[in-house]
């Protein structure tokens, strides 16, 4: 995986960080300077620690674990929605619901019942059992339902980490996170508190090019590592399909090996 370069960085205006007087001293090491009120992140840093993030998550993905999207923002909410859809990984983007982590038993039912109620709609049967106002209710259950658990519909157990767009605005996930000791990995801009994330990247959480540059670059290195362990799948069926083959091919010498000195001692008597 290639690291970001300072051109493209500078294009998307990743640099861009909050007015000083709003800055968070912690993030002191990220910054590079200060120029007409605002604070400029240090790109070398976002680059150093973007590449380090992007490895670990790879490593994650290619394990067969999942990574959950966090970005209700509206600069960000809609662009995370369609890379995660894409990744096929669980997102949050319209609002989190307390204990989305910490009480996932609780949640799980609730995804039961939007996936019961799905099922229910897609059968036959649905417009005769129902009446109309009856079908309406089920309907706009089901939309409500999918509107805030749609993005985790498909999660059967608890993420192996979060990949969260602002930490400030996000301050329920993270903390439900950090609660399970999942790892963290976000886009931290300078009004935040580096030291509640395990992965930092230093960046423009508030601009729609920034965010989506970083994520492009997030999705990428994701990408690979789902290709990764479908490219290991794929070799080990192929191995498994030799050794069985030749397995079969050593059984079937034996076989005829045995019916041979079967005949021979037969026919010496």
Not at 191 to 218: E, H, K, R
Request: with cysteine; proline share 3%.
């Amino acid at each position: 995986m290639e690291k970001l370069n300072h051109k493209d960085l500078l294009k998307a205006g990743v640099h861009f960080g909050h007015l000083t007087r709003k800055w968070n001293p912690k993030m002191s090491e990220y910054v590079f300077m200060e120029q007409n009120g605002i604070h400029l992140i240090d790109l070398n840093r976002t680059i150093d620690c973007a590449f380090t993030a992007v490895s670990s998550l790879k490593n994650i993905v290619k394990s067969g674990r999942k990574v959950m999207f966090v970005a209700t923002k509206k600069q960000a909410k809609d662009y995370v929605a369609k890379i995660a859809k894409k990744l096929n990984m669980p997102y949050v983007t319209e609002r989190w619901l307390g204990g989305m982590l910490t009480n996932f038993s609780t949640i799980r039912k609730s995804l039961k019942k939007l996936s019961s109620i799905q099922t229910q709609m897609s059968n036959d049967s649905f417009e005769d059992d129902f009446a109309k106002k009856e079908k309406l209710m089920i309907s706009r259950e089901r939309d409500k339902l999918d509107k805030v658990l749609g993005g985790i519909s498909s999660l059967s157990r608890i993420p192996a980490a979060l990949f969260i767009v602002d930490i400030k605005f996000e301050e329920i996930a993270l903390k439900e996170a950090r609660k399970l000791n999942l790892p963290i990995y976000a886009l931290v801009d300078t009004n935040s508190d580096p030291n509640l994330v395990d992965f930092p990247i230093p960046a423009n959480d508030d601009s729609f090019n920034s965010i989506s540059f970083i994520m492009d670059y997030i999705a990428n290195g994701i990408q690979k590592g789902i290709d990764e362990r479908e490219q290991l799948k794929e070799e080990m069926r192929i191995k498994d399909e030799k050794e069985a083959a030749l397995k079969e091919k050593k059984a079937t010498e034996k076989a005829m090996k045995e019916k041979k000195e079967s005949i021979k001692s037969k026919s010496s008597k």
